[in-house]
């Protein structure tokens, strides 16, 4: 059984600091996505990496994924309030399809 | 931009009742997952469905589960005889291959009493 890691669990910033988030398994993935959830709604995709190495900016936040492919940060710029919210990583591992969720990360950036 | 879409938003039943939870796909993915979430707890895969069969399912869909593809846009969840536990959020998502990025309903929630 795969295990995937977040960390921070709870993170609670000012507005303007920058932060970064993390994610680890202890197995390879075959690909590696970002979401976002508020509550009582869908995970929301922020982003998918696929290569080792690879860094993907999505305005004022930045995705690594390891150059094992066993991990992934996700660095913010100058938070804002509308940042708030629960970042969830999940992995596929090997040739399956299904998605292995962590238990998210919450982000609360103050005003 | 095209999205997967989930009826009803919310349901209430009695234990040991059927409940058809229902899911439009994105139009042109052929991939379809259920997933649940229990409040408070990480999203959970339940089951992965291609070319009309069920692909891979985890240790939860059990006999009392099943999923369908009644026509060409919809993709069902039944739960035949519904338990306290099965209370949860229930996602949808699709993916136009089966490596490729999933992408997530809004979600069912459902509620056993």
């Known amino acids: 059984t795969q295990l995937l890691e977040q960390s921070p669990q709870f993170l609670s910033i000012q507005e303007g600091e920058n932060l970064t988030v993390y994610c680890n398994s202890s197995?390879?993935?075959?690909?590696l996505q970002w979401y976002r959830q508020e509550p009582g709604e869908g995970p929301v995709l922020l982003v998918t990496v696929v290569t080792g190495g690879e860094v993907k900016k999505l305005k004022r936040l930045t995705f690594q994924f390891g150059d094992a492919r066993k991990d992934s940060s996700l660095h913010i710029t100058a938070a804002q309030p509308g940042d708030t919210g629960l970042y969830l990583c999940a992995g596929v591992y090997g040739a399956n399809s299904k998605l292995t969720f962590g238990k998210g990360i919450t982000l609360s950036v103050r005003p | 931009e095209p999205e997967v879409t989930q009826t009803p938003s919310h349901q209430v039943t009695q234990m040991g009742q059927e409940v058809i939870l229902r899911c439009v796909p994105i139009?042109?993915?052929?991939?379809f997952y259920w997933y649940r979430q229990i409040l408070g707890q990480k999203v959970e895969f339940l089951v992965s469905?291609?070319?009309?069969?069920?692909?891979?399912k985890s240790e939860i869909f059990d006999d009392q589960f099943s999923v369908e593809r009644p026509d060409g846009s919809n993709f069902t969840l039944k739960i035949r005889s519904t338990k306290l536990e099965d209370s949860a959020m229930y996602f949808c998502?699709?993916?136009?291959?089966?490596?490729?990025?999933?992408?997530f309903g809004p979600g069912t929630r459902l509620l056993v009493l």
């Open positions: 469905f291609y070319n009309n069969e069920i692909s891979e």
């Open positions: 998502a699709s993916s136009s291959d089966s490596q490729e990025t999933q992408y």
């Open positions: 197995s390879v993935f075959s690909s």
């Open positions: 139009s042109n993915h052929l991939y």
